[in-house]
């Protein structure tokens, strides 16, 4: 009706064409019927113009309804010419995210719509004859072909690649007929014997999607022969036979033969919009025509094919799809290979051209057919163990694409001279590009290979220019004017070419980074190793002192520490100009982010082999100590216990007081070297301790014994005065221990200190005037308490205004710290805008604030260097060691200056102003001790 509304002469009015009457001649009959038939052949463009306007307009708005916030096309021949929602339904489509230019200008309707053709050439849909001028004018012609492209590909040619069919030749074969006459989706290739899955793959959408509505109209037993996407559908019993198949209790099929084709159309579209949620996009009046239009209807029947994939699946169902899809793309696989197999055998024997055009014909194909299949070999990356199945798949993956890497290589080096020598330099350096490198743990060996990569391919690079002139003067056709290279292959090299001189740059870089960054890892890992061999339970005093030896050797004579902090300056030097690069800013976050973790670690390691090192000399001078006096007071009682040779006479106060204190000290070192050994030593040094014990105790019984016989003895005095001796020994040692200048170690010192000073106090000297005995013992004791005492309290004051400015230093370092990680940041997030500083006010008080925080810090450590000198000076701590300190100074320091020149090389890009104000370098002040 709608057809003869617009075709028919109006009704009512005059007409040019007489009525046909039973006296008009068979030729005049013949004649008028061929008229209408041109008549109807005319309209009919229009006709199905309006109806695909009207289709497509409502798929689209099923897509953007799924957009937040949604969006809507009203007019689809006026509405997509602005680009903005042509992006929006890419970017549902796609889940990617699509720029845009903001306005409604012609400048920016064109730019939204290049991006939008750009980005689906480059998903490699071929786009004939649609331009943005056309878009831009609502060519309706050119806006419908559009849309379809985007229906094929996004929407039926993706849900068709996801069936697995079954190898019924019947249905297979049944296909055939669509060949001669299909036209949408490219033609299929000849057969050769295929597979199930190899014919299944040479399918188009348009076979695949008719393949699956005849195996669902094949569940319900239902008798209709669906042919194609046109009149097959008029009656809408196939539509019916679909959602019975999806829904058994929504439709009766045999209510479908007493009711009219509009009735059963509205029926079916009315089912799948209230039940299964299926947007309405065609009308019956739509489809009950003489010729309805199969494209509108293909995108009406795809969205019942992925509603049927996301039905939930049963887990035996899921398994047993997976299985035999997996089985399916493996058997592809292993037919694939043996057709190139046996193609390039033949082939061996021609000429080149011959050989080119079998591959690329081949290889073609291939990539047309494998996209079935990659769902499935992705999965196998993410699957922590294979099965059968997938082991079998990935197999004749690997196996597939070594047999084509070795027939384009051997293209390549096949190249007629002198192109041979540009196809083998390719082959060199695409090797090189592609070798990614990969995770390993054994980064001294990584370091290497990327350092032997980077030289060879700076070796290959400098043949680059040679090559290139042989490529441009290559002579492309023989003296009979034949081309000895297929045009195609030419352009292949030459591109290629052009690639590897791209991507050289850019991975040299790659490949310094990664030298440097397993470098550090290396050192960093050796450091670690070597801690945990130093810090390990301590042996024997031998074996600490080979261990103090390996220490001197790595750290001293093998720089293991200078070695580190070069490698982390050649990291940082290496990743600024990693993430300086536009084309690899990609990786910049990632980059910087190991760049910290790793100074943080190397901070860490340098601290704890420095503090390794004072652990092994206190444990070693511990060892010395601990043999010397066990020696030294199992030879004195020796000499004292035999009873003849003991008497007060022999054994005074004094010396009972000195070698009293030198077994305290005895069993303090062995307390403290039990306690750090490892179970065989501490063993040794407990049996040890026992017998030095017992034959003190032994001699204490007899000395005791002796003196009390004397009446003008007291042996209450003789202990106090040994302990009060003991003490005194036991502060003047830790006077004389070496003590690292940081924030940890000089509060515990000066806990250690606070403890004897207390002691000290509570040593009552009238106590042991009032005492028998002599006044020369007790008056030496009282001195010796002085003067120790006074030395006690110097060494308090001197560690509190150390502390004051150890805490002042630290403070400041800490804030030149996180200046540096400030202005890292920006200097990150203006290279990453391409912003200049300029003279930006913000930027230029960052830079101020740097060399003020780095003036502090050198000015706060050269006041605390001044105070060692100082303590030192008045011999109250002479073992003060500031090596660390100087060292984690420095490398602020460095950091900030680095941090500087970073922001300052971004402000001279454009406009280079004055010399820029260097900031202080810290002095280094030699301390002894």
């Not at 006074?790 to 630290?810: D, H, I, K, N, S």
């Not at 680095?898 to 002040?925: F, I, M, N, T």
């Amino acid at each position: 009706l709608l057809l003869q509304g617009q075709c028919s002469p109006r009704l009512g009015g005059h007409s040019n064409t007489r009525p046909l009457t039973h006296r008009q001649t068979h030729a005049e009959r013949t004649h008028r019927q061929s008229q209408l038939r041109e008549r109807e052949q005319q309209c009919m463009p229009m006709e199905q113009e309006q109806i695909q306007k009207r289709t497509f307009t409502n798929w689209i708005n099923a897509q953007l309804s799924k957009r937040q916030p949604p969006s809507v096309v009203l007019d689809l021949f006026t509405d997509l010419k602005d680009g903005v929602r042509l992006l929006d339904l890419l970017e549902v489509l796609t889940g990617q995210p699509m720029s845009r230019e903001k306005g409604r200008g012609v400048f920016q309707q064109r730019s939204n719509l290049e991006t939008a053709l750009k980005f689906l050439r480059r998903r490699s849909i071929k786009l004939v004859n649609i331009n943005v001028p056309d878009i831009i004018n609502g060519k309706p012609s050119i806006i419908l072909g559009l849309v379809w492209t985007i229906i094929l590909h996004f929407h039926i040619e993706e849900l068709a690649s996801t069936l697995a069919f079954s190898s019924r030749q019947s249905s297979m074969e049944s296909l055939a007929s669509l060949d001669s006459c299909s036209t949408i989706g490219s033609p299929p290739p000849k057969r050769s014997s295929p597979s199930p899955l190899h014919s299944r793959f040479k399918l188009s959408a348009k076979k695949a999607l008719l393949l699956w509505v005849r195996e669902q109209c094949a569940k319900n037993g239902c008798n209709i022969t669906v042919k194609d996407f046109k009149s097959s559908w008029r009656c809408g019993r196939a539509f019916l036979a679909i959602l019975c198949s999806l829904r058994p209790d929504l439709v009766d099929l045999q209510a479908t033969k007493n009711r009219t084709n509009r009735q059963n159309l509205e029926e079916a579209f009315r089912i799948a919009e209230q039940q299964l949620r299926i947007p309405r996009l065609l009308e019956p009046e739509y489809v009950d025509v003489r010729d309805p239009d199969e494209k509108s209807i293909m995108t009406y029947v795809a969205q019942f094919l992925q509603y049927s994939k996301d039905l939930p699946l049963s887990e035996e169902d899921l398994q047993g799809s997976l299985s035999q899809k997996t089985d399916e793309a493996t058997a592809w696989l292993l037919q694939a290979h043996r057709e190139l197999t046996a193609r390039w055998a033949a082939a061996e024997s021609g000429s080149y051209t011959e050989r080119h055009n079998v591959f690329q014909t081949f290889l073609v194909s291939f990539n047309e057919q494998r996209r079935p299949a990659m769902p499935l070999l992705s999965a196998l990356r993410r699957a922590p163990q294979l099965s059968d199945e997938q082991r079998r798949l990935k197999e004749a993956w690997d196996g597939i694409n070594e047999k084509l890497r070795g027939c384009k290589t051997a293209l390549d080096l096949s190249l007629p001279p002198p192109l041979d020598g540009v196809g083998s330099w390719l082959v060199r350096v695409e090797a090189v590009l592609a070798d990614g490198g990969g995770e390993t743990q054994d980064h001294a060996r990584a370091a290497g290979d990327a350092r032997e990569k980077l030289q060879l391919l700076k070796s290959l690079m400098e043949d680059m220019n040679a090559h290139l002139q042989t490529l441009h003067t290559f002579q492309k056709g023989d003296e009979h004017q034949v081309a000895q290279v297929p045009a195609d292959k030419m352009d292949e090299v030459k591109r290629r070419f052009t690639g590897a001189r791209v991507t050289a740059k850019y991975h040299g870089i790659k490949l310094e980074y990664q030298e440097w960054r397993h470098a550090v890892l290396a050192l960093l890992e050796e450091a670690n190793g070597k801690l945990r061999s130093w810090r390990a339970p301590y042996g024997s005093r031998e074996a600490m002192r080979l261990r103090l030896q390996d220490w001197q050797d790595s750290v001293d004579k093998q720089g293991l520490l200078s070695r580190l902090e070069a490698a982390m300056l050649k990291l940082r030097l290496i990743s600024g100009k990693y993430t300086s690069k536009s084309a690899l800013a990609a990786d910049s976050q990632h980059i910087d982010r190991f760049v910290k973790e790793a100074e943080r670690e190397g901070a860490a390691v340098r601290e704890a082999v420095e503090g390794a090192r004072a652990s092994l000399g206190r444990a070693l001078a511990a060892w010395d100590s601990f043999f010397e006096l066990s020696s030294s007071l199992q030879a004195w009682l020796a000499h004292c216990l035999p009873p003849s040779l003991v008497h007060t006479a022999q054994v005074t106060a004094d010396s009972l007081s000195e070698w009293s204190g030198r077994h305290a000290q005895l069993n303090e070192l062995g307390g403290f070297l039990i306690e750090v050994s490892d179970k065989e030593t501490c063993a040794g040094l407990a049996e040890e301790l026992c017998r030095v014990n017992r034959q003190w105790a032994d001699f204490e019984k007899r000395t005791r014994f002796a003196v009390v016989s004397q009446p003008t003895s007291d042996p209450g005095r003789l202990e106090k005065a040994l302990s009060v001796k003991g003490l005194l020994d036991d502060t003047s040692r830790l006077l004389q221990e070496q003590v690292e200048v940081s924030p940890s170690s000089l509060r515990t010192f000066r806990k250690r200190l606070e403890l004897k000073q207390k002691k000290m106090t509570e040593v009552d000297v009238d106590a042991l005037l009032r005492q028998e005995g002599s006044p020369e013992m007790v008056e030496g004791l009282q001195h010796a308490l002085t003067e120790v005492c006074g030395q006690l309290a110097e060494a308090m004051r001197g560690f509190e205004e150390l502390q004051q400015g150890v805490v002042g230093l630290e403070s400041g370092l800490a804030e030149l710290r996180h200046w540096d990680g400030q202005a890292r940041d920006v200097h990150s997030t203006l290279r990453t805008r391409g912003q200049h500083p300029g003279q930006d006010p913000a930027v230029q008080r960052l830079v101020s604030r740097g060399l003020e925080l780095q003036r502090q810090v050198v000015a706060k450590e050269q006041a605390l260097l001044a105070a060692v000198e100082t303590l030192q000076k008045n011999e109250s701590l002479p073992c003060l060691s500031v090596a660390g300190l100087q060292g984690r100074v420095r490398a602020a320091t460095a950091r900030a200056q680095e941090a500087l020149a970073l922001l300052s090389s971004l402000g001279q890009r454009e406009e280079p102003g004055p010399a820029r104000v260097q900031p202080p370098v810290p002095a280094e002040v030699k301390v002894q001790g």
